[in-house]
T-cell receptor, first 112, second 112 residues
Framework: EAQVTQNPRYLITVTGKKLTVTCSQN?????MSWYRQDPGLGLRQIYY???????DKGDVPEGYKVSRKEKRNFPLILESPSPNQTSLYFC???????????FGPGTRLTVL | SQQGEEDPQALSIQEGENATMNCSYK?????LQWYRQNSGRGLVHLIL?????REKHSGRLRVTLDTSKKSSSLLITASRAADTASYFC????????????FGTGTKLQVIP
C-alpha cells in the first residue's frame, strides 16, 4: 500500500530537549516536505527536499533542521524545541514539487 | 503573508445544497490543487487543475481557475454530511521554485 508514515503520532516534551520526527514514504517519490498546521494559519511549509542530499527552506524554517540521506526518509529535527513549536506537523511526498502530494497522518507535538 | 487565501473561512449548509469556496493566490503558478482534511487528520488530494485549464470536473466536484484574477473556486454539488471537512488550496510555485503554498482553508459543515 502506497503510504507516508510518521512517528511518533503524539509527543509531549519539554523546552530544549532535542527531538526527531521521522517520515518515510514507499512510493519512490523525489519530493518530500514538512508542514506545520496552526489554527487560523493553514499549513505552512517548513522545509522541502527535491532529492537525496538536496534540501531547502520553506516559509517557516527557523528552529528546524532536516536531512535526506535516503530517498524514502526525511526526518524533521528540533534541536532545542520551544513552546512556539507546539503544533500539528505533516510530512508529505510527491513525485515532483508540482505533483499531487501524499500526506502522512500527522504528529501532534506539545512543547512545555 | 499567505500565498493562498480561501474564503469563506467557514461555511455551513444543509445537506443537498451546493457549497462554493474560493482561493486566491499571489504569484505565478504551475497548477492549483485542492485538498480535503477531516478533523486534524492528513490531507487528501481532491483535484488538480493546470494553469492552462479553466475548468475541471471530478464526480460532484467542479473547479475553476482564473489566472488573470489569480483565483480558483471549488464547487461541491449536492453536498452530503460526509463532505463535512476543511478544504485547502495549494499552489506549487512556477519559475523553477520548489515551494508549495497552502491557503488557510475553508471549514465546511454540512448539516443532515
Amino acid at each position: 500500500e502506497a503510504q507516508v508514515t510518521q512517528n511518533p503520532r503524539y509527543l509531549i516534551t519539554v523546552t530544549g530537549k532535542k527531538l526527531t520526527v521521522t517520515c518515510s514514504q514507499n512510493m519512490n517519490h523525489e519530493y518530500m516536505s514538512w508542514y506545520r498546521q496552526d489554527p487560523g494559519l493553514g499549513l505552512r511549509q517548513i522545509y522541502y527536499s527535491m532529492n537525496v542530499e538536496v534540501t531547502d527552506k520553506g516559509d517557516v524554517p527557523e528552529g528546524y533542521k532536516v536531512s535526506r540521506k535516503e530517498k524514502r526518509n526525511f526526518p524533521l529535527i528540533l534541536e532545542s524545541p520551544s513552546p512556539n513549536q507546539t503544533s500539528l506537523y505533516f510530512c508529505a511526498s510527491s513525485l515532483l514539487a508540482t505533483d499531487t502530494q501524499y500526506f502522512g497522518p500527522g504528529t501532534r507535538l506539545t512543547v512545555l | 503573508s499567505q500565498q493562498g487565501e480561501e474564503d469563506p473561512q467557514a461555511l455551513s449548509i444543509q445537506e443537498g445544497e451546493n457549497a462554493t469556496m474560493n482561493c486566491s493566490y499571489k504569484t505565478s503558478i504551475n497548477n492549483l490543487q485542492w485538498y480535503r482534511q477531516n478533523s486534524g487528520r492528513g490531507l487528501v488530494h481532491l483535484i488538480l487543475i493546470r494553469s492552462n485549464e479553466r475548468e475541471k470536473h471530478s464526480g460532484r466536484l467542479r473547479v475553476t481557475l482564473d489566472t488573470s484574477k489569480k483565483s480558483s473556486s471549488l464547487l461541491i454539488t449536492a453536498s452530503r454530511a460526509a463532505d463535512t471537512a476543511s478544504y485547502f488550496c495549494a499552489t506549487p510555485r512556477s519559475g523553477g521554485y520548489q515551494k508549495v503554498t497552502f491557503g488557510t482553508g475553508t471549514k465546511l459543515q454540512v448539516i443532515p
